[in-house]
């Protein structure tokens, strides 16, 4: 269908899937490597069909009291992508980033740019095991695993929507 996800698409799509524990392996034809091989088959054990207002129920709005990014780690491109859409903006409601300590060190200007809006990027921890998210009703995260994890790990509602709408949700 010619779209090329990135990396980070990719591990995102990745742990989103392993965090419903229903799947350890996944091919993306011409994307991940073993599917270039000629002795490579695709043969799908099953097919579901998901439809749009199937869509739209998960990505319904809901009032939130946090917001939380980096399940897995954020990267330093979605660093860098953090950094740009919380430019200039002030967070209203609680904001953490979660990195690796080699991420956040390496890219110290987007961790400050981050920071100078009132979100908070919290190294080497993740959403689902940080004490800090136990005090929260509603939280909103950008990724499938978390959205798995958060109601049974943090005891807390959640809503999940794309990076951008994380930070819509956490400035307005």
Sequence with gaps: TNIRPSRDQLKAM?????????????????ITPETRLPTF???PSETITIEKSDIDELFKEVDVDAVAVGCPHCSPDELAKLAE???G???????????AKGVKSANPEYVAK????????VEDTCIV????MDKFDTVMVNSGKAFAYVPNMCGCNVRIGTTEECVDAATK
């Excluded at 990745?14 to 011409?30: D, R, T």
């Excluded at 903006?89 to 990195?99: E, G, L």
């Excluded at 095991?129 to 800090?132: E, F, H, I, N, T």
């Design 14 to 30: 990745g742990a989103a899937m392993a965090a419903s524990g229903a799947v350890a392996l996944y091919h993306v034809k011409g």
């Design 41 to 43: 088959k695709a043969v």
């Design 85 to 87: 859409l919380l430019d």
């Design 89 to 99: 903006k002030k967070v209203t409601k609680t904001f953490y980033v979660f990195a």
């Design 114 to 121: 981050i920071e100078r809006s009132g979100a908070k990027v």
């Design 129 to 132: 095991v940080s004490p800090a």
